[in-house]
């Protein structure tokens, strides 16, 4: 034992020596004035008490090193030293939050470059008394226009930085997956599609999986968008035959636009295509249908049909919704517009409705609808109760926002964006009070996250929450995707 214990000792000594040599004290500092400019941009946003540490770097690139301390107003406080990035302890980083939800937390930085230390003015992280879901889960895509290479599914738990593949094409055959959807953040149920030799609409609810035929040619297309009714019987679609053009000049790469498009209502239970005529007009386009969160409104857009693709620009959608009878599974006889296109002279798409009720977030563009690739795309907000509508320009940049989804508690809201280097987008996250006052977004944390957005060549695609851990059985699920067998859906008129 006295042997053990002689060697412990030294061994340990060293340890400390090497950690201590890891450190260095910020002294002779030059005091700045003004707040650092830091990446990502994490002054004074507000975060979710459960959200893992926000490691940051200087914006810059010559910094060698970064101090941060972080304190709340009773004392408590966390550092990090050490190269160019912040790397909190995930435990300590929690204990801290926690004591302060509710209140703010003063985040002190110093950095260390060819010239010295330079010391900043504190700024501020507000801790929210609103938690946050377990995860995210999306698709991750390189940014291309024909063809794609790797890409998959993920989940991501927003405590750690812990992400987990759920289905990566590799596994099918290079396919194209996408467009994870669960019922109103729970993963018992949800849907995605698969385009390829093997296609398939595959929906998971009570504990199976079903793979419908992913085209009908009585439907004359594929089922795409998705967006669950509450009770789980009924997934609204729509149906789009889309093409895309490109061009020559400016800022934008590529337009996608639909020949045409339809929505639907597809009965669960019944394996039933519900159509209606009122969403499924001749020279109209309806698409991005959603369900409201008390299942009695079907949200969708539509826009007038233009000649393709000469007057592409032309196409502007309207923000409308209808009312649905769960218990027959029929629309109602009017459709109401919120948001009239023709007023507005912009076009709105992607509703997403507020799991409480109250609003509908939906992003509005100068013309088209997918607007992932329009950099003037910018989200807005509708009032259901005052039914007004505003940006939201808390959040807008001069890139494309799109691509948004709520939290369960309907207090925090996800976003995709291209304000980052105008060509991948991010995910960020906003907070909003019950009144409708909306704070800055901050991006997705990583461990180091200029290393990682930087050594990322991939975009976030179709994000969404998920309160609890998704569960699939990724080689189940593949086998089932690579077999031939796949249920057949029938069509059924309501009017």
């Not at 990502?40 to 010559?62: E, H, K, R």
């Not at 709105?348 to 992003?363: E, H, I, K, Q």
């Amino acid at each position: 034992m006295r042997k053990y214990l002689s060697i412990l000792f030294p061994l340990s000594a060293a340890i400390l020596w090497l950690f201590a040599a890891c450190t260095e004290t910020v002294s002779d500092a030059q005091q700045e004035s003004h707040q650092p400019s830091i990446y990502p941009d994490y002054v004074g946003v507000t975060i979710p008490v459960n959200i893992a540490p926000l490691n940051f770097s200087m914006a810059d690139d010559d910094a060698l090193l970064i101090d941060a301390v972080i304190s709340d107003r009773h004392g408590h406080s966390l550092h990090s030293q050490g190269g160019a990035s912040t790397d909190f302890d995930l435990d300590d980083w929690h204990q801290l939050i926690a004591q302060s939800v509710g209140d703010s937390l003063s985040v002190s930085v110093s950095a260390k470059y060819a010239d010295g230390w330079h010391t900043y003015r504190t700024f501020p992280l507000y801790v929210s008394a609103d938690s946050i879901d377990f995860a995210v889960t999306y698709r991750r895509i390189a940014p291309g226009y024909e063809v794609w290479s790797k890409m998959g599914i993920y989940q991501r738990n927003l405590s750690t930085f812990a992400e987990e593949v759920l289905l990566e094409n590799t596994a099918i055959g290079g396919q194209c997956i996408n467009c994870h959807t669960a019922n109103h953040t729970n993963p018992d149920q949800y849907v995605f599609h698969v385009r390829g030799a093997h296609g398939a609409t595959v929906l998971h609810h009570d504990g199976y999986d079903e793979l419908l035929k992913a085209k009908s040619d009585l439907l004359g297309g594929a089922m795409v968008y998705p967006y669950w009714h509450p009770s789980g019987r009924f997934c609204a679609f729509s149906t789009n035959k889309t093409l895309q053009t490109f061009h020559a000049a400016g800022p934008k790469r590529v337009e996608v636009y639909d020949n045409s498009s339809d929505v639907f209502v597809y009965d669960v239970k019944n394996h039933t295509v519900l159509l209606d005529t009122l969403t499924m007009q001749e020279r109209w386009a309806e698409n991005t249908p959603a369900f409201s969160p008390d299942g009695r409104w079907l949200y969708f857009t539509t826009a007038q049909c233009q000649s393709y693709p000469t007057d592409y620009d032309q196409e502007r959608y309207s923000l409308c919704r209808v009312s649905f009878d769960a218990q027959t599974g029929r629309l109602g006889q009017q459709v109401d517009t919120l948001v009239s296109a023709a007023l507005t002279g912009k076009s709105a798409s992607w509703p997403r409705p507020s799991y409480d009720g109250r609003y509908v977030l939906f992003t509005q563009t100068d013309y088209g609808y997918f607007s992932v690739w329009h950099p003037e795309a910018d989200l807005w907000l509708y009032d259901v109760q005052t039914r007004q509508s505003h940006p939201l320009t808390e959040v807008n940049s001069q890139e494309a926002e799109s691509l948004h989804a709520w939290s369960s508690n309907s207090r925090w809201f996800l976003f995709t964006s291209r304000r980052d280097d105008g060509l991948f987008t991010r995910l960020y996250f906003s907070h909003i009070t019950p009144d409708g006052r909306v704070t800055k977004p901050f991006l997705l944390p990583q461990r180091n996250p200029k290393e990682y957005y930087r050594q990322l060549f991939y975009s976030y695609n179709t994000p969404d929450f998920t309160s609890r851990p998704v569960k699939m059985d990724a080689r189940r699920m593949s086998r089932q995707i690579m077999s031939d067998e796949r249920i057949p859906t029938q069509l059924r008129m309501m009017k």
